[in-house]
């Protein structure tokens, strides 16, 4: 596993934030997680977002699809090409998303072929992410993506699931405290109790 810090970006539907968890869980505490949406997604390159970071990390995005203007209507579409294309770490973009021919081959030629990781037609962000990370074995892993992909039994989502999903619809207008509940549950710490997820009736974590 690669020993380098690893910034997450994941997007902030229930999908793209469960793939942070599930990535952040298997890089051992070396890994922040933020949120944006795909219209946004340029201005984690910008100044204001870099000067929170380290100055050397690699990058994976979970989940946000290439946007080609923003909510006010402007192109942002190269901007985040020649982002991509200058920055110094590695670049893995996961997705589930239908990829615009053009966007797939512009983001390959940027971040690389082999890290640009699209999960097939049957195949959820979540379980593509959880089978890249090595986390066959991972129990609340595997919950996590039955979670995402609405496949809880009937118990898991009496016991947490419809707890675990309201507060993620709750929280997605707010990114930054949806990047916290992300970092969070990667875990399953106690301290997402602040985030009122009630973690006594989480699955438990390996």
């Not at 970006?9 to 997680?33: C, N, Q």
């Not at 118990?155 to 947490?160: C, D, G, I, S």
Request: proline share 5%; hydrophobic share 40%; charged share 20%.
């Amino acid at each position: 596993m690669n020993e380098r810090f690893t910034v997450i970006v994941s997007s902030p539907d229930a999908d793209g934030v469960v793939a942070g968890a599930l990535l952040g869980r298997s890089l051992d505490g070396r890994a922040e997680t933020l949120v944006y949406a795909s219209e946004h997604l340029v201005d984690f390159f910008g100044p204001a977002a870099q000067q929170k970071l380290p100055r050397d990390y690699d990058l994976a995005l979970c989940g946000p699809g290439v946007a080609h203007v923003d909510w006010d209507g402007r192109p942002v579409r190269p901007r985040l090409m020649e982002a991509l294309r200058d920055f110094g770490g590695r670049v893995r973009w996961y997705s589930a998303r239908r990829w615009d021919p053009e966007d797939r081959q512009a983001v390959a030629h940027a971040v690389g072929q082999a890290n640009l990781l699209l999960a097939g037609d049957a195949q959820t962000l979540c379980a593509l992410v959880h089978a890249e990370a090595g986390g066959a074995s991972d129990p609340y892993g595997e919950s996590l993506v039955r979670f995402a992909s609405g496949h809880l039994s009937r118990t898991e989502q009496q016991a947490w699931g419809a707890d675990l999903g309201l507060v993620l619809t709750s929280l997605k207008a707010d990114h930054e405290q949806l990047g916290t509940a992300v970092g969070l549950l990667d875990r399953k710490s106690t301290r997402l109790n602040s985030c009122h997820i009630p973690l006594a009736r989480m699955p438990s974590s390996a």
